[in-house]
């Protein structure tokens, strides 16, 4: 059983959730552990989360419409309390430190394992060029923004741009808009620079940026998947 030892809000959906686990044997950014919640009348449900940090357990958990494990993490926990963890599990999405230029495509809540990656490349020194694309509704939806903000100044070889599909800040040069081609081919790594390239999101969101990143020329077996919904 893991122990809550801290929470925070990211926006006005979404928290950040610190676990103590006893005997956690470490992860790899971009793993993720199953949650598992039982009620008192012995009613079940799990659902599978990304981890968000480099080192320690930390959930960022996006609250879902009708989302009965979201909600409760969002709304009903708190410190001290205890939960049903699995992992650490996944192999495929990850990343390790390594020279290799990295591109890094966020949909949403997809921006969770993406920024464990980024924290791990700070916690191991890396100098590996990362580009994140970052698509989110609006910039209050933007989970981690201060974080990102200051990573982006500080962190040499991170660059960070934004799609927002519903509304802009001010002076934003780009209109609300869904992720296209041109946004890909301007804000990631080229594919002659032979990236590795991780993409999370919804389902539909996962599958129209590898389309893309395809026709840009990207070697398909370098575009790693995370997909949900």
Excluded at 8 to 15: G, I, L, N, Q, V
Aim: with cysteine.
């Amino acid at each position: 059983m893991a122990t809550v030892t801290a929470i925070r809000p990211e926006t006005t959906s979404a928290k950040t959730i610190a676990f103590l686990v006893p005997d956690w044997p470490g992860h790899l950014a971009g793993q993720h552990v199953d949650v598992r919640l039982t009620a008192e009348d012995g009613y079940t449900a799990q659902r599978s989360y990304s981890i968000a940090s480099s080192g320690g357990v930390e959930l960022t958990v996006q609250r879902v419409e009708d989302g009965e494990v979201s909600s409760y993490l969002t709304d009903v926990l708190a410190v001290g309390a205890q939960v049903e963890l699995r992992g650490p599990i996944g192999g495929w999405f990850v990343w390790r430190p390594s020279p290799t230029s990295v591109n890094l495509v966020a949909g949403g809540s997809g921006v969770v394992p993406l920024m464990a990656m980024i924290r791990a490349r700070r916690a191991a020194g890396s100098r590996a060029p990362f580009r994140l694309l970052y698509s989110a509704r609006t910039p209050d939806d933007v989970i981690y923004a201060d974080e990102l903000r200051r990573r982006a100044r500080d962190d040499g070889g991170l660059d960070v741009a934004y799609a927002f599909t519903r509304s802009t800040p001010e002076a934003f040069r780009r209109p609300a808009k869904r992720i296209g081609v041109a946004d890909v081919n301007t804000h990631l790594w080229p594919a002659e620079f032979a990236p590795e390239t991780y993409v999370c999101g919804p389902t539909g969101f996962v599958e129209k940026v590898s389309d893309m990143l395809v026709a840009l020329g990207h070697d398909a077996r370098h575009i790693r998947t995370e997909r949900f919904g």
